[in-house]
């Protein structure tokens, strides 16, 4: 990829510092620090998807945010385009339309007093892309088409539809700034599978039609698999493993990649018993030391417990954060996904 | 399993629960039939607003009034639950029939100790002094793999994890060594490598004791994991009722056969996922005749006129006039209507 990604992260982190409280301030206490993201880097070339998957609380929808401008990040750079957009006041109007977002919660995320045309009207009217009320009327009426809704639909209220039609609402308002990039931030889990299977679809056609990219945010590795080109695998603020979909489900190379693959209960997996693995995801507010995966990691050793493990390019395209990996000690990886029988 | 068995441990047989609201009384089931034999894992699954959870509810009795069971039977091992007063379903419940919940925090007394909770579940159900309550405590904590469980019957709920919680409520739910155990999505709040400790736990534990499970969940994984036979509903209905592999792999009704189809997994990568048109219709809007007809791709007229009963399919009992002798006969089909679908 010579030219410019269309999003590139460098080292991006963000702290929240825990409120103490008045007793223990008193007593000189300092505050306790959550690490939310820890130092994580990509970038992502036109047209491609990426997918941050990862168990809840491991910073992958804070990664969103930070991206989005809805945080300010302690340290690191974000770039769109080669242009620095890390704070949200370098972010020039032109830049802020090229970026939109689409949310778990679409109940939560559509304002419930406005119709439907006002909702996806309001980005068209705040960055002039239309000339005037008529235009801006004709391209409402086009997106509620593009995304499977009827153009009378947008003289309704929000609570008028169902789930997923709302979440269609939501993603006409994201396009409606004509962007580059939409975050997507867990956009299918509130959904019923059936209608997660028709988003889903929704959001490839409009990605081979516009040349959208994504950053698809998600828990559930089977819907990553069928909407990514790549596939960053987030543990307790850091990224683990980064590899490219198919890679990444042929091969797992991080033994906590390997662990999530292992655990998904999966339409092949009728009558077989797994091995559950032991242990839970740790407190981001005190992470084990060293590798924060290796508590639970059946490969870690002495090195493991002391030193942090940086993300080093391994086999083919994958990237991977793991002493073992390094050093060869990880068993070769398993067949790749459950086989369905 | 229990093939043998003569009659279902719970029978469920035209179950209707009606919520008479201001504008008049709306159906939410419509006629579920079901049966859990002995020792045995029915998955119970659907989408949101199918009806499975207000079936697990009104089995045992749960039902947030004014909802109310309009008609239909429950049998559980070999009686009539239906109907029977508060007094004599709170014996039944617990005793003979466990039940956890999605939340394991909302199931627990936050201001009770685990210990307390447990012994003072297991005295009521069994007649046990207070020590040898407190040592079955310790082994349930133990069986559900509470590490250092005799150490932990002092802690309260909110030093568990969340899945330290839902082991907590599965002893909970074992506690009287019941018959058969309602469990309403018990790892749907939990994260996946959490889930699949829990699915262990329950599928050892209720293997162990010889405990039938009704599991209620819309996760189709879930389920292909977990139970020896799965019924689908849909807008208050059971529509497919089979065993867990024919159900996932080779079902017979296009709603089941759709909604398996629809499921992306982690094997294969397809390149659009096939997806069924429309929405469930919703509580109240049930069409006439078969409630999938305005969605399925195979709708014949005789489908908008009448509701069809389980019969015979392929592999499994589907309530789908394809598997009629009145198919043959029925009218070449019309397309399905265009639905807006969301």
Known sequence: MAETPLLEIEDLAVHFRLPVPLAERAMGRKPKVLKAVDGVSFAIGKGVTLAVVGESGCGKSTVARLIAGLYRPTRGRVAIDGHDVTAARDRTRALRRRLTMIFQDPQASLNPRWRVRDIIAEPIKAFGIAGDGQETGRRVDGLLEQVGLAAADGEKYPHEFSGGQRQRISIARALASQPDLILCDEPTSALDVSVQAQILNLMRDLQDDLGLTYLFISHDLAVVNHMSDRIAVMYLGRFVEVADAAALFAAPQHPYTRLLLETIPDLGMTGRDREAVAGEVPSPIDPPGGCAFHPRCPHANERCRTERPELRTAAGSAAVACHAAEEGRLPPAPAGGAADG | ?342
Request: proline fraction near 6%; glycine fraction near 12%; charge should be neutral.
């Open chain 2, 1 to 342: 399993m229990a093939d043998g068995a003569a009659r279902p441990l719970l029978d469920v047989r035209g179950l209707k629960v009606g919520l008479p609201t201001r504008r008049g009384h709306l159906p939410i089931l419509n006629g579920v039939d079901l049966h859990v034999k002995e020792g045995e894992v029915l998955g119970v699954v659907g989408e949101s607003g199918a009806g499975k959870s207000i079936t697990g509810l009104a089995v045992i009795g749960l039902l947030e009034p004014p909802a109310r069971i309009d008609g239909g039977e429950v049998w559980f091992d070999g009686a009539r639950i239906d109907g029977l007063s508060g007094d004599a379903l709170r014996r039944i419940r617990g005793a003979r029939i466990g039940v956890i919940f999605q939340d394991p925090l909302t199931s627990l007394n936050p201001l009770y100790t685990i210990g307390r909770q447990l012994t003072e579940t297991i005295r009521t159900h069994m007649d046990l002094g207070a020590d040898a309550a407190e040592k079955r405590a310790v082994e349930l904590l133990d069986e559900v793999g509470i590490p250092a469980a005799a150490s932990r019957l002092g802690a309260y709920p909110h030093e568990f994890s969340g899945g330290m919680r839902q082991r907590v409520v599965i002893a909970l739910a074992l506690c009287a060594h019941p018959r058969l155990i309602i469990a309403d999505e018990p790892t749907t709040a939990l994260d996946v490598s959490i889930q699949a400790q829990i699915i262990g736990v329950l599928k050892r534990l209720c293997r162990e004791h010889g405990t039938a499970v009704m599991l209620i969940t819309h996760d189709m994984g879930v389920i292909a994991e977990t139970a020896d036979r799965v019924a689908v509903m849909y807008a208050g209905r059971v529509i497919e009722d089979g065993t867990v592999a024919e159900v996932v792999r080779n079902a017979s009704h296009p709603y089941s056969h759709g909604l398996m189809g629809s499921i992306p997994t982690i094997g294969e990568r397809v390149g659009r996922l096939p997806q069924i048109r429309g929405a469930m219709p919703r509580v109240g809007a049930v069409p006439e005749g078969c409630a999938f007809a305005p969605r399925c791709p195979e709708v014949r007229d005789l489908c908008r006129a009448e509701r069809p009963v389980m019969m015979g399919g392929k592999t499994t009992s589907a309530a789908c006039w394809q598997y009629s002798p009145r198919w043959a006969d029925s009218a070449g089909a019309a397309g399905a209507e265009a639905v807006a679908d969301g």
